[in-house]
Structures are given as structure tokens and as C-alpha cells.
């Protein structure tokens, strides 16, 4: 597709807590960016609200009127379906059932919009602009306070019969483990994430082990969150070191059915907990090595994702880009491997 200098696109990465705006080219350039809180507990019109007032700091920043855009790309969290346009629901967004999120921007902003789950989009990101350029076969995985996923197959994202594929969060990895807010146990989330790790830690506590951890959380035991627990490992505490292990070995048992799956190239691990580092991903590499077949872990690289926390954002810029046919040709591989 030839490039064309004048396509700028609008891309939003919707989260429970903030929204991203940022006008976008179709080579991933950001020529303008707004962050802003998301008002959640105000109901839908509240959010969809605060999504156009950050559109219109964002086109004012970038010196660009709306008429400007080619289109609106959104990344929302939860269950989405891309082709009504609509988040069925979303644990980060509280009430929202069955919200035409797509239509109710496109006829406020007058421009066509596009919707994706807020994964799957990093999985494009990535794809596009990131960690995964040039793969065909790969699997974005972002784990924080829960986990989520994009699946890329021979170069195009699976979306399922109903656009909601890629829930790698909640594949059951325990069948009696503690129980997930998707209503199901055990799931992948529930014993790998940022929110498993310090549930963990605090049952620890609670338990009596001795640990320095309670320090980096202000004394006080229901505080104790995943960055306080890093922060304890990075000065040897033993059992903070222990539970980002314990953590690792869960990932790495995810990752293994991932990969005896999917038979994936390379897998693209963002969110904020994997930026621990090898504490963290060393133990799960070396479980999914253990666990998934030799000839399908030997053809799997592994790299961290290259866009940080930009890759929502500018995966739903390319994903309204992909819809209008305005990206360019993909480029060569820059995978920073792990
Ligand atoms: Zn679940």
C-alpha cells in the first residue's frame, strides 16, 4: 500500500484507571499525545465524555482539526466485539453492558471509528510498530494486575467467531485455584498476575514469615502490592525472591500451553509486572522449556514489548489504519530478544 502523507489517525487506549489519546501516522509516529483519568465510576457518558475532550487536546496539540483525521481506532478492556462496535462487558468499567462505545464516538466526532479489545490491540501495536515487526505467527502477552492477550496468525489477529479470542488471562491453569472474577478458578490470572503475586505475599504475612517486604508497603499488610514485593527482592529478601519465582513458574506453565498451542515464532511479553525482569522470567522460561514440547519450544523466541505502555494506543491507531487500508508495507524484523 503506498504511503500517504496526509493520513493521520486518532488512536484511544480506554483503560479502567486512564485514557491515552495520541494522533498517530501510518508509521507509528505520534505527533501529539493526552493522558487523562478515566471518570469509571461516573457511568459510560461520563467516559465517553472524557474520551472526546482528550481527542480535542490532542488534535489542538498536534494543530490539526478533526476533519484532519482518516479515521478513530479504540482500545477498550474487557469482552468486545469489533464488528457491532460495542464493549459487552468489562471488569474495569463498571455497568457497562453492551455499550455501542463505536458508534456513540463516531457520531459525536463525526468520523468512522473503529473498536478492539485493548490487548488485542497492543498485540497489533506490536505487530506494527513494536517488538513483533516482520512476524507472521506470534502471541502478545501483557501481564499486570491481570492478564491479557493478542494472537497473530500468518499475519493477521484472531479474533474468534465473536471478536473476544485471545483471553489468554483466563485459560484454567488450576482447576481448584482461587476463584476469578470471570466466574470461573484457577485461571491463568489468578495464580500468575501482578494482583496473584501480592494476594500471595499477603497471605504470607498474615501467616507469620518473616519478611521485609511490609516495609516498601508503609507497615501495612493489605498495601503490600507487586512493587513493593520487587522492591524487597532487589534487596534480597527471601521470601519476596521466592514468590516473584513462584509467580514465574505460573507464567511459564501458561506460556507452555501457549506454545504447544499455537506452535508461535515469538512470543511478546509486556505489562507492568514483567518490567521485574529475569527474577521473574528466567523461572518461566525455564518451566515453559521443561513443560512444552522441545521442537515446538525451540522454534519460540521471546521478547519484551517494545512499545511499553504506548503499544494500546498506537495498536488502535493501526487497527482503524488496517480497517483503511493506510499502513505501509511491514518492515524488517528489530526484535530486541530476551
Ligand atoms: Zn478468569
Given at each position: 500500500?503506498?504511503?500517504d ?14 485514557i ?20 469509571a465510576?461516573?457511568?459510560r ?27 478513530v481506532g ?67 502477552v ?18 474468534g ?36 503475586l ?14 521485609s ?89 521471546f521478547?519484551s514489548a517494545g512499545l ?19 499502513l505501509p ?10
Open positions: 500500500m503506498p504511503e502523507s496526509t493520513t493521520l489517525v486518532l488512536g484511544v487506549d480506554l483503560g479502567g484507571t486512564k491515552l489519546t495520541a494522533v498517530i501516522d501510518p508509521q507509528g509516529k505520534m505527533l501529539s499525545r493526552d493522558h487523562s483519568v478515566t471518570p465510576r461516573k457511568g457518558e461520563a467516559v465517553v465524555e472524557s474520551i472526546l475532550e482528550s481527542t480535542h487536546r490532542a488534535l489542538a496539540r498536534a494543530n490539526i482539526s478533526v476533519g484532519s483525521l482518516t479515521a479504540i482500545g477498550a478492556p474487557g469482552l468486545v466485539d469489533p464488528v457491532a462496535g460495542m464493549v459487552l462487558t468489562s471488569p474495569h468499567l463498571p455497568g457497562w453492558r453492551n455499550v455501542p462505545l463505536r458508534d456513540l464516538v463516531e457520531e459525536r466526532l463525526g468520523k468512522q471509528a473503529f473498536l478492539i479489545n485493548d490487548a488485542n490491540a497492543a498485540a497489533l501495536g506490536e505487530l506494527h510498530f513494536g517488538a513483533a515487526r516482520g512476524a507472521r505467527n506470534f502471541i502478545y501483557t501481564v499486570s494486575t491481570g492478564i491479557g492477550g493478542g494472537i497473530v496468525i500468518d499475519g493477521e489477529l484472531y479474533s467467531a465473536t471478536g473476544a479470542a485471545g483471553e489468554v488471562g483466563h485459560m484454567t491453569i488450576d482447576d481448584t485455584g482461587p476463584p476469578c472474577n470471570c466466574g470461573n478458578r484457577g485461571c491463568w490470572e489468578t495464580l500468575a498476575s501482578g494482583t496473584a501480592a494476594r500471595e505475599a499477603r497471605q504470607r504475612i498474615e501467616a507469620g514469615d518473616r519478611t517486604i511490609l516495609e516498601y508497603a508503609g507497615g501495612d499488610t493489605a498495601k503490600v502490592t507487586a512493587q513493593a514485593i520487587h522492591s524487597a527482592a532487589i534487596k534480597g529478601d527471601r521470601l519476596a525472591r521466592e514468590l516473584i519465582t513462584r509467580t514465574g513458574y505460573y507464567i511459564g506453565v501458561g506460556l507452555a500451553n501457549l506454545i504447544n498451542i499455537f506452535n508461535p515464532e515469538l512470543i511478546v511479553i509486556g505489562g507492568g509486572l514483567s518490567n521485574i525482569g529475569d527474577i521473574l522470567l528466567q523461572p518461566a522460561f525455564k518451566v515453559a522449556g521443561e513443560r512444552a514440547y522441545r521442537e515446538t519450544f525451540s522454534a519460540v523466541r521478547a511499553g505502555r504506548d503499544s494500546g494506543v498506537l495498536g488502535a491507531a493501526a487497527f482503524a489504519l488496517r480497517a483503511m487500508r493506510q508495507c511491514e518492515q524488517g524484523d528489530e526484535t530486541e530478544l530476551l
